[in-house]
């Protein structure tokens, strides 16, 4: 088949084959029917993506390579911002941000086993996982709704003589009150990081500028796993403007290692040989001298090819997703249904890329219920992650021993989440009759 072709000719080849692949038996669209199943999320792709992941793998590089260093650049421009560093998942990059925060670099700054981290319980678990897996103490305080982030006015009262960041999450893409928290963080002297893995996209008005969310605090992550804002299969991002921290966080991700030379790459520095580190004799190899107790969290060049692609499709999913949730929005607005339900609100001064559309049961309706209802007639449904952290069963020795956490004015706003909330999807594959279909559904099941 490739003889007498060039190895260039033959690739091009391939690529041709993989798009009309693509667009043969990937792309066929079939009109919405109702009771048809609506996911709440689902990856939006075209044989951009599938054609650079297959360019990557002819190039069989694998590991991190020339697709990754170009999806850093692209994301850190995106944002506006100076260092990115891709990861094999969100959870992963929130693995990091805390992580890079113990390091012995950052001086009397640097988070310690026994040291409290401020965040919420109303969330996904890897945002405070790490937190407990090292050793420092998550102190927990309520959420507001409908905005469904960190009641801003709770953090004072939840500050200590031990508390080093603030580590919460933009809910569903609803950007938390920016402004109040990041003014309290340095006020006090503390870290802010921003788990931007449901948010990307979303805007922030702050100081007379308009911010991407991720951006405002000291560090920011980012997830791809497939129902995210966009999609690499797998994989995540941690980003920040500060270069100790960026150093940091390479450091954590790259094995622990002080050395910066890329996969493949050697003595970018000049000094490979020269220098003397810790204890080792002088002249130790730099490749080999570690400065953290580091893991290995890269993503392979094969996803990063992908989200090289989405990358270029990134804005026309953010304004999908704002078209319908606010066509949703509108529907159940006329509609008359919020004596029974709770409708979303975003935070003041803000523009949120939305991940999902989040309802809260009033008193007369019931979650158990609408939830069934919604399912049985094709509508996907998903519960606002945890609910309550502190429930879970992750959280009963802490329970049982009453140590390693803290709360802070009860979570009142919490439980409820935990008993009355749901969210169905606004993903950017989803149409105007799926979106319609929807809102009759919710009414009906309201009642």
Known sequence: MFANKTQEQAREEILDLVREYCDTYHNVKKPFREGQRIPYASRVYDSAEMVNLVDSALEFWLTSGRYTEEFEKKLAAYLGIRYCSLVNSGSSANLLAFMALTSPLLGDRAIARGDEVITVAAGFPTTVAPIIQYGAVPVFVDVTIPQYNIDAAQLEAALSERTKAVMIAHTLGNPFDLKAVSDFCKRHGLWLVEDNCDALGSEYQIDGKTKLTGTVGDIGTSSFYPPHHMTMGEGGAVYTDNPLLHKCIRSFRDWGRDCVCPSGRDNLCGHRF??????????????YVYSHFGYNLKATDMQAAIGCAQL??????VERRRHNFDRLQEKLSAAGVSDKIILPEACRDSRPSWFGYVITCRENAERNHIVPYLEEHGIQTRMLFAGNLVKHPCFDGLRARGEGYRIVGGLRNTDRIMRDTFWVGVYPG??????????KMLCRAVG
């Open 274 to 287: 020269d220098q003397q580190y810790g204890e080792l004799p002088l002249g130790y190899d730099h490749k």
């Open 312 to 317: 270029e499709k990134f804005p026309s999913f």
């Open 430 to 439: 989803m149409t105007d009759e799926m979106i319609d279909y929807m809102a």
